[in-house]
């Protein structure tokens, strides 16, 4: 009596008995229990009929599906794509190894960081160490410390009047003495057509503000006094092969004597 | 002394390169041997997961209808040449994935299925529109096949359209790509039972809509 109310089953589990049924989902117990509860009950009969309907017209859904087909080069497309693709990963392959290539080198390096470090100092020590003994550390004399009467040297040297022209032959040394002392300096204008080679002696202090300083600019080498006084003596030889060119700036043309030696 | 040293290297060198013929002119012959028995399904895919592309072929050939077929009922025919492509290919890629635990078409519908959830997601108003592109209008439009049996298959199609994505899926794979509850469980990724409770829903509702139309 018990197994028989158990049997008893709803309307709405025997319409999900239908659809299982449909699948051929049911097993046998399961089938008795529908047809048992189908032959009673009118509505869940009609479900069924429905629902077989349903059922038949998604066949003939499927039925008309089936004549789609795809053309016959398909497969062959497939396979060209894929053999492009095969090619293309194989590129990737070798960019892979080369990247691992490169992270195994970055782990040795990792690891080697502070000998790099402390070769890299010694590199840097000794180079620089070559360079000052070369003297390409001493400072490149600028001509904006050059001024005239507020005037920078560049444009100085174009407007200056020269007072005096000497030609200093090979070998040959001038002797410039300045004969009148002046707040303002003095310039001595170097030049030649030639490569340049000469020395200069004097008897001034070398510095930034005070004295003798020599300057080279566009190939030609100019000296300024800054205090000239008298006595003070600016000797220049030619060490080279040609003439050398000697102009002279002074406040007075008899300001500086010149004899050669 | 060096010159002995040369020549027997030369002749080293020709000695393998007459065996590399040797070699090459027996493998050319087994290739050449006619193969009459169409490899199983397992045996093509061990082939192609050995590197051999060509017997990926065979299986393409074998199921690219089927996988036309089953994406056309989602998607316009503009869209399902590519999406099938993509299937392919994607089954190309992920081949070793395939552990044989179910059918292989069961796998490549798995696949193929979520090629389509891309495209509807990336075009969703493709799942409920009647597009112009369809393949059942197009064919309407050809009558090539018998015209009240085109009619209902559209009528059909179209009330497919009205339910839910995940009930359209399921009912789709079982009625009309015949597949078992188990088998559309492995494809969609869900549980047997939800299957037949999804089957069952989406029978329902295209039974009510009927039966709506029809009053």
């Known amino acids: 009596m018990a197994e028989d109310k158990k049997a008893e089953l709803l309307c709405d589990d025997v319409t999900f008995l239908i659809s299982r049924n449909i699948d051929g989902d049911l097993n046998r117990s399961e089938t008795i229990q529908l047809h048992r509860h189908i032959a009673t009950c009118e509505q869940c009969r009609a479900s069924m009929s429905q629902l077989s309907e349903l059922e038949s017209s998604m066949q003939n859904l499927s039925t008309v599906y089936q004549e789609a087909s795809l053309s016959p080069d398909f497969s062959q497309s497939i396979h060209d794509t894929l053999s492009k693709k095969k090619k293309q990963t194989n590129i990737t392959d070798k960019t892979t190894s080369l990247f691992q290539y490169w992270r195994k080198w970055r782990f040795f390096s990792d690891n080697l960081k502070p000998a790099f470090g402390i070769l890299g100092a010694f590199v840097v020590l000794s180079l620089s160490l070559l360079f000052w003994q070369q003297g390409m550390f001493e400072q490149a004399p600028s001509y904006q410390r050059f001024v005239v009467h507020d005037i920078p040297l560049r444009t100085a040297v174009d407007t200056v009047a020269w007072n005096q022209q000497h030609t200093i032959l090979p070998s040959q040394t001038i002797r410039l003495i300045i004969r009148e002392s002046h707040s303002n300096p003095y310039f001595f204008k170097v030049s030649s057509l030639n490569s340049v080679r000469f020395s200069v002696d004097h008897n001034q202090m070398v510095g930034k503000t005070n004295g003798f300083q020599e300057l080279q600019l566009n190939g030609i080498r100019y000296i300024t006094l800054k205090n000239p006084r008298a006595d003070d003596f600016v000797h220049i030889r030619n060490h080279g092969a040609h003439p050398i060119s000697v102009k002279t700036f002074s406040y007075g043309p008899q300001a500086i004597q010149a004899d050669f030696r | ?215």
């Not at chain 2, 061990?46 to 072929?57: A, C, H, P």
């Not at chain 2, 299986?59 to 503009?78: E, G």
């Not at chain 2, 108003?125 to 309407?140: C, M, N, P, V």
């Open chain 2, 1 to 215: 002394m060096v010159l002995i040293i040369l020549k027997r290297k030369r002749n080293d060198v020709f000695f393998k390169h007459t065996q590399n013929v040797m070699i090459n002119s027996r493998s050319n012959l087994d290739i050449a041997e006619p193969d009459l028995k169409p490899a199983n399904d397992h045996e093509l895919i061990q082939r192609v997961r050995s590197g051999d592309l060509q017997s990926f072929d065979p299986l393409v050939a074998r199921y690219q209808n089927q996988v036309y077929c089953f994406i056309l009922k989602y998607v316009p025919v503009r869209a399902a040449e590519d999406l099938a492509q993509d299937t392919f290919i994607a089954v190309y890629e992920n081949l070793d994935t395939f552990k044989g635990d179910s059918k292989f078409s069961t796998w490549i519908y798995g696949i193929a299925m979520n090629k389509v959830r891309n495209y509807l997601n990336r075009a969703p108003e493709q799942r409920f529109k009647h597009d112009s592109a369809d393949y059942l209008l197009e064919k309407q439009s050809q009558e090539i096949s018998p015209l009240e049996q085109l009619e209902q298959a559209v009528e059909i199609k179209y009330l497919l359209g009205q339910l839910p994505p995940d009930l359209k899926e399921s009912i789709v794979l079982v009625s009309l790509e015949g597949l078992s509850y188990e088998e559309t469980a492995s494809v969609m990724s869900i549980p047997i039972g939800t299957v037949r409770s999804k089957v069952f829903r989406a029978r329902q509702i295209l039974k009510d809509i009927i039966k709506e139309q029809e009053s």
